[in-house]
């Protein structure tokens, strides 16, 4: 059964994000990897700006284990895109977010996925717990999941 296209008003959190020229495909629309670097861009912008990473000094930073993103509609240059973000599960060291991708002023997701997130020792690369400050940022934005993949 194919996934329905979520709303803004699913999500928690939003970044305006400007596509380029170079994000086309020869297909004429954005590249199916670049939505991956637009997921990877709202998590990080949100992790940084809500100051519980810093990605030179941090003794915990956060690797990506898992992605998926399933696509509704094109985005192409020049388009403008927010996308969006909520924490679907917080775990004792992982996090799974959900990233839509809206397009112009649609309310209705050009494209939505999710990434997750494991918690691991900068020098170890071994797991670890989610700090005490990004957990409270993290459940901050945990809303109802209407998830597009399997847990």
């Not at 004429?28 to 997921?39: A, D, E, Q, S």
């Not at 940084?48 to 985005?75: K, M």
């Amino acid at each position: 059964m194919r996934p329905v296209a979520h709303q803004r008003a699913d999500y928690a959190h939003f970044h305006p994000i400007t596509t380029r020229w170079l994000d086309n495909d020869a297909y004429g629309h954005v590249n199916n990897v670049v939505y991956y670097n637009w997921f990877d861009t709202i998590v990080n912008e949100l992790l940084i700006s809500g100051g519980v990473l810093d990605i030179v000094h941090s003794p915990v930073i956060a690797l990506v284990i898992e992605s998926a993103c399933t696509y509704f509609a094109p985005v192409a240059f020049p388009d403008r895109i927010t996308a969006a973000l909520r924490v679907a599960t917080l775990g004792n060291s992982s996090i799974r977010y959900e990233v839509a991708i809206f397009c112009n002023d649609d309310e209705r997701a050009a494209a939505q996925g999710h990434m997750v997130h494991v918690c691991v020792e900068r020098a170890s690369r071994l797991a670890t717990p989610i700090p005490a400050v990004m957990r409270t940022l993290l459940q901050s934005l945990q809303l109802p999941s209407l998830s597009t993949s399997p847990p």
